[in-house]
């Protein structure tokens, strides 16, 4: 059998984006224009299609340069299909889905890296400070162009996280795409069961700001927050560092936001199929109505996003930084008849101002770097910690109970912090740079 070329297998990809764009048009308004027929129905619209999609891979079979492996060609199409709904749907082929589900559910060894799927290839979310992958300097807005010896453009997301796990001791080797380098790095890393950073906590303005910055929003991690506010007192300023925050529990990113919200809508969860969920405050979780100012960026995804965007719409403080990764939304796994398996998503989350977080992500009220490409490519790294920095401004300007409204802007002045401002962050990764690789919009 003649091995199919890695152009015909994105031939394939392409491919399966039109059929599937061609479905999605049918399902919406009936017909089929690219092909001149009319659907009576959802149902005769899906089944003409698919026998489109048989005519097509008949000719492929006949007519292709060399005789295809049919079976690599359905399964390229299938990845394709599934990942043009959003980066978390995947298909599984048998083999896959048997790995998929024999990983142990906890205690893998890993590399420290977060990661989903943009252009087509896995990029970084956010890197686990002490990790493997932090140590080689790996940081978020990185794209993984492969592992091993794998594209990650021809693998799904849930293939691309089981392979950088492990078992600790183990080796995978990584090509890394950066900014203003030509070439890609290859990086080996070794995986390993990575402690857990600890919540990093500081007094800033003589005490009377309460700087937490968790990390994971884990259930234990959010006592833990809870525990530090309670010890501060209701009037203390808290500021709230949510950088690279990427993992934890949906639910504990909206416990999280309950701290500062007596009552209202915290998010919503719905899909087409899927009830639609309303999750309200709760007021015997709330702790605090002082100030609040929330530090945010690219790596801040999933809960924390959840977190950012109640304290964002609810106007209940300021968000500060750059524009989050945006990550929110429920999957379900559908077993199909062969072995295989989908990694479907089913249900979106949304902000209480009805924002889907995977589709627009959280944008601060204040922002800090540069929002546009065109600025940002201009710019000079800025000294210190900016965010931090404009965060702490913001609150030194604000006394007592938080307003219903955000703070204008406070007039710049000399820090008196208690303590030295964060280091500075890495060098940010210039979004031109992606979209001259990609020729993403």
């Known amino acids: 059998m003649v091995r199919v070329t890695r152009f015909f297998q994105r031939f394939v990809f392409v491919l399966s984006l039109a059929i599937f764009a061609a479905l999605g048009l049918g399902f919406l308004f009936g017909e089929f224009g690219w092909f001149g027929v009319h659907a009576g129905g ?30 690599d060609v359905t399964t390229g199409a299938l990845h394709g299909l599934l990942e043009s709904l959003d980066a978390d749907s995947s298909y599984l082929t048998p083999t896959e889905y048997k790995i998929y589900k024999e990983r142990p559910a906890t205690g893998a060894a890993q590399v420290g890296i977060t990661v989903s799927k943009r252009y087509g290839y896995a990029i970084v979310v956010s890197v686990l400070p002490g990790s493997a992958a932090d140590k080689e300097h790996i940081a978020d807005g990185d794209v993984i162009e492969s592992i091993g010896d794998q594209s990650t453009r021809e693998l799904s997301l849930a293939v691309i996280r089981l392979l950088l796990e492990g078992k600790p001791g183990t080796n995978v080797t990584l090509s890394v795409v950066r900014p203003r380098k030509s070439d890609p790095d290859k990086i080996t890393l070794t995986r390993s069961i990575a402690a857990v950073p600890a919540l990093a906590e500081q007094q800033y303005e003589g005490a009377t700001i309460l700087y937490l910055k968790p990390g994971a ?13 309670k010890a501060a007192g209701k009037d203390r300023k808290v500021l709230l560092d949510l950088r690279d925050s990427s993992g934890g529990d949906s639910q504990e990113g909206l416990r999280l936001a309950n701290f500062f919200v007596k009552q209202g809508t915290l998010a919503a969860l719905e899909g087409q199929k899927f009830p639609r969920q309303t999750f309200t405050a709760d007021p015997a979780l709330f702790l605090t109505d002082a100030p609040l100012a929330v530090l945010v960026n690219r790596g801040t995804a999933g809960p924390a996003e959840l977190t950012a965007a109640a304290i ?14 945006g990550q929110g939304s429920e999957q379900k796994t559908l077993e ?12 979106k989350y949304q902000s209480p101002g009805g924002k889907k977080i995977p589709d627009e992500a959280v944008t601060p009220t204040v922002v800090v770097g540069k929002a546009s490409e065109e600025e940002f490519e201009e710019a000079t790294l800025a000294k210190g910690d900016e965010p931090l920095n404009k965060a702490l ?3 030194k300007a604000k006394n007592g109970v938080q307003a219903t409204q955000p703070a204008p802007e406070a007039a710049p002045e000399a820090s008196s912090s208690t303590a030295t401002p964060a ?19």
Do not use: C, H
């Open 423 to 441: 280091t500075p962050p890495a060098a940010e990764k210039k979004p031109g740079f992606w979209r001259r690789l990609f020729g993403a919009k």
């Open 217 to 229: 929003l884990t259930a234990s991690r959010v006592d833990e927050i809870a525990d530090r506010i």
């Open 336 to 347: 199909l008849p062969d072995g295989a398996a989908l990694l479907l998503t089913v249900a």
């Open 42 to 71: 959802q149902q005769d619209g899906a089944y003409r299609q698919m026998r489109i999609y048989q005519e097509v891979l008949k000719k492929i079979q006949t007519e292709y340069v060399t005789d295809p492996n049919i079976n």
């Open 312 to 325: 964002e719409d609810l106007k209940r403080g300021d968000v500060v930084g750059e524009r989050t990764f």
């Open 393 to 395: 401004q913001l609150l």
